[in-house]
């Protein structure tokens, strides 16, 4: 083999091998986490936790939470070491929590089940003996503050919604007039007179 076909075959092996490279860290939104699917059911003992009332928008509940994840708080615990200081995992198999689609997929009782008792088969180890249950709900409020900034669960709706809304009603949908005899809609009815008879 001469020398530029040799060199043509060594920069093709390298740029293969960059590649493969970028595939296993995932490259990109995701972060390497596979597929983006639901997380199973909190077990019953965690399925009717959630955060405590005012913690979603409270800005010392959420500094306390940055000072757990860090390690500043307590020096047996940092969650920076493995998901990194900005949220961008630095471990691989480490949840991105940058990660908006994937994480709106985690309820507040998820979150905190996964945090309290680790997750089989990773190097998510349970952290509720290193934690008391205020401490962990702290981190879910910090960790939920990147892709999910401004939100909070609602656990009538199911789902992540602007913070200060959960448990708000939704507005009812207007009923539309039942159609009359031969599929017409039939007229809507006189509304209602103002207050004062006006």
């Known amino acids: 083999m001469n020398r530029t076909a040799w060199m043509k075959a060594m920069t093709m092996v390298g740029a293969v091998t960059i590649g493969f490279g970028f595939a296993g860290c995932g490259g990109g939104e995701g972060g390497g986490e596979g597929p983006v699917v639901a997380p199973p059911p909190p077990p019953a003992e965690y399925a009717d936790k959630h955060m405590p009332a005012g913690w979603w928008a409270d800005d010392k509940i959420v500094e306390e939470g940055r000072q757990l994840y860090i390690g500043a708080k307590n020096p047996d615990v940092n969650c920076a070491s493995c998901h990194g200081k900005d949220g961008k995992p630095v471990k ?107």
């Open 92 to 198: 691989a198999g480490a949840r991105d929590f940058r990660n908006t689609e994937r994480m709106k997929l985690y309820s507040d009782s998820v979150w905190f089940w996964r945090i309290s008792e680790g997750v089989p088969n990773t190097k998510m180890k349970p952290w509720k003996s290193k934690l008391s249950e205020e401490d962990r709900w702290k981190l879910v409020a910090f960790e939920r503050t990147w892709g999910l900034k401004g939100q909070e669960w609602d656990g009538a709706k199911k789902a992540w919604v602007p913070v200060g809304s959960a448990g708000a009603a939704a507005p009812a949908p207007a009923e539309a007039p039942a159609p009359a005899a031969g599929g017409a809609a039939a007229p809507a009815a006189p509304a209602a007179p103002a207050a004062g008879g006006k």
